[in-house]
């Protein structure tokens, strides 16, 4: 969903989510799916965050 590899890092995860969540945030975008999209995208962040160890 983010686009990283194996060897991507922390700044690498953080600018990823900031495009996605500027591109999907419901307050930005009004498609009806937005919300559920960035539901999806904050589990994901979640779990990245842990593996980073954030």
Known sequence: MFGLTSTSDS???KQAYR???K???PDLNKDADANI???NINIHK???DEYFGE
């Open 11 to 13: 700044n690498e995860l």
């Open 19 to 21: 495009k996605l969540a």
């Open 23 to 25: 591109q999907y945030h």
């Open 37 to 39: 999209v960035m539901q």
């Open 46 to 48: 979640a779990i990245l």
